[in-house]
């Protein structure tokens, strides 16, 4: 009897270190209730913050100010082919944040779907709904531990929530409109990345570090050059471009260019939002590879690194002599439609 009362014990002393372990993991759970406010506020985004491929860097402190407002707006995913995209900030993906490890993030986002684009840019291009219509918005943070009912919910047209959420986890996240529907609001353009640094900083040294947002477009034909997105297709997972960082083989046109021998450090982010990926540099091999961008998630040797929607990874390299070195979704039909670029090392 006496046997079972102190195993009995020791399995509640256990209980309560896990439970007390669990609570105390220098994890931050949950925020101060959400608020929702009318009225103009001010514009412009603000924060830790960059549109890629450049990464930003993390600010200081235990906590930070981050800013988003929404607006619609034309937007050319190449020359010839352009529509009225839904945007957190100013481009399509939206932009990077980047914060550390224990850092809260003080967050604001305005909805301004009700202030007219400039004339010039809309006024051949009424079929396009993007252009008039007026729309409730929301955000999700991967990133975030919060209820989602409360942070990540609708505002509307004028309106602005602000909410707080504390980094727990290293990695690469993703964020998006989480408003119903939600794949119409992503094929419009309302997707971005994350970049959360351990408290000390990611491990080891690079000459370069670029982030690459990689998405699907679903788009129809107004008229020669302009499109609205189409949410038939979108749901046969169809898509009509894929695309780093928002335009089609941007980096062929612009290559990026290094040194031979640098090592690269690669943020890489599949906002989908439907299909996979498989990202390849032709002519070197991921050395390493941190899937969702956490170091403790560690590869070596891949010479792609495969991934679904809302999936990431870091991935560093280093290219071996100069040359030009294409790197592409290794799903050559993604690659065809625009998911391609190039490395040029010098």
Same mark, same amino acid.
């Given at each position: 009897?006496?046997?079972?009362? #102190?195993?009995?014990?020791?399995?509640?002393?256990?209980?309560?270190?896990?439970?007390?372990?669990?609570?105390? @993991?220098?994890?931050? @759970?949950?925020?101060?209730?959400?608020?929702?406010?009318?009225?103009?506020?001010?514009?412009?985004?603000?924060?830790?913050?960059?549109?890629?491929?450049? &990464? !930003?860097?993390?600010?200081?402190?235990?906590?930070?100010?981050?800013?988003?407002?929404?607006?619609? =707006?034309?937007?050319?995913?190449?020359?010839? &082919?352009?529509?009225?995209?839904?945007?957190? %900030?100013?481009?399509?993906?939206?932009?990077?944040? =980047?914060?550390?490890?224990?850092?809260?993030?003080?967050?604001?986002?305005?909805?301004?779907?009700?202030?007219?684009?400039?004339?010039?840019?809309?006024?051949?291009?009424?079929?396009?709904?993007?252009?008039?219509?007026?729309?409730?918005?929301?955000?999700?943070?991967?990133?975030?531990?919060?209820?989602?009912?409360?942070?990540?919910?609708?505002?509307?047209?004028?309106?602005?929530?602000?909410?707080?959420?504390? *980094?727990?986890?290293?990695?690469?996240?993703?964020?998006?409109?989480?408003? +119903?529907? $939600?794949?119409?609001?992503?094929?419009?353009?309302?997707? %971005?990345?994350?970049?959360?640094?351990?408290?000390?900083?990611?491990?080891?040294?690079?000459?370069?570090? @670029? #982030?690459?947002?990689?998405?699907? @477009?679903?788009?129809?034909?107004?008229?020669?050059?302009? /499109?609205?997105?189409?949410? &038939?297709?979108?749901?046969?997972?169809? !898509?009509?471009?894929?695309?780093?960082?928002?335009? $089609?083989?941007? /980096?062929?046109?612009?290559?990026?260019?290094? =040194?031979?021998?640098?090592?690269?450090?690669?943020?890489?982010?599949?906002?989908?939002?439907?299909?996979?990926?498989?990202?390849?540099?032709?002519?070197?091999?991921?050395?390493?590879?941190?899937?969702?961008?956490?170091?403790?998630?560690?590869?070596?040797?891949?010479?792609?690194?495969?991934?679904?929607? #809302?999936?990431? *990874?870091?991935?560093?390299?280093?290219? +071996?002599?100069?040359?030009?070195?294409?790197?592409?979704?290794?799903?050559?039909?993604?690659?065809?439609?625009?998911?391609?670029?190039?490395?040029?090392?010098?």
């Amino acid at each position: 009897m006496r046997y079972i009362f #102190a195993c009995s014990f020791l399995l509640f002393l256990c209980s309560c270190n896990q439970t007390q372990s669990s609570s105390h @993991y220098g994890k931050n @759970y949950g925020a101060p209730t959400a608020t929702v406010s009318n009225g103009a506020e001010p514009k412009g985004i603000k924060g830790p913050l960059s549109y890629g491929p450049d &990464v !930003p860097a993390a600010a200081s402190g235990d906590t930070i100010e981050v800013k988003f407002d929404v607006q619609h =707006k034309r937007f050319h995913v190449k020359n010839d &082919v352009a529509y009225t995209a839904w945007m957190f %900030g100013d481009s399509v993906p939206g932009p990077i944040l =980047k914060v550390r490890v224990g850092q809260t993030v003080k967050f604001s986002m305005t909805n301004r779907s009700n202030e007219a684009a400039p004339m010039s840019m809309d006024m051949d291009h009424s079929m396009d709904m993007g252009h008039s219509a007026q729309m409730p918005h929301s955000i999700d943070f991967h990133a975030a531990m919060v209820n989602p009912e409360d942070k990540y919910r609708t505002v509307n047209p004028g309106e602005t929530i602000h909410f707080t959420w504390t *980094a727990n986890y290293p990695g690469v996240f993703m964020y998006h409109c989480g408003t +119903p529907m $939600v794949l119409m609001h992503m094929t419009y353009g309302m997707i %971005g990345m994350v970049i959360v640094e351990p408290k000390n900083g990611f491990p080891g040294k690079v000459d370069h570090e @670029y #982030a690459f947002v990689q998405n699907e @477009y679903y788009l129809k034909k107004i008229n020669d050059s302009s /499109y609205t997105p189409d949410t &038939v297709t979108a749901r046969l997972k169809q !898509p009509t471009f894929v695309a780093f960082n928002g335009k $089609v083989a941007q /980096y062929i046109l612009h290559p990026i260019h290094v =040194k031979a021998g640098d090592r690269i450090r690669v943020y890489f982010m599949n906002d989908g939002p439907n299909n996979a990926t498989s990202f390849h540099v032709i002519g070197t091999i991921f050395d390493k590879v941190w899937f969702d961008g956490n170091p403790r998630n560690e590869f070596e040797g891949m010479q792609a690194v495969y991934l679904g929607p #809302a999936c990431g *990874a870091i991935m560093e390299f280093v290219l +071996p002599e100069k040359g030009r070195y294409t790197f592409v979704d290794h799903s050559f039909a993604d690659a065809e439609m625009g998911a391609m670029g190039q490395f040029v090392a010098e």
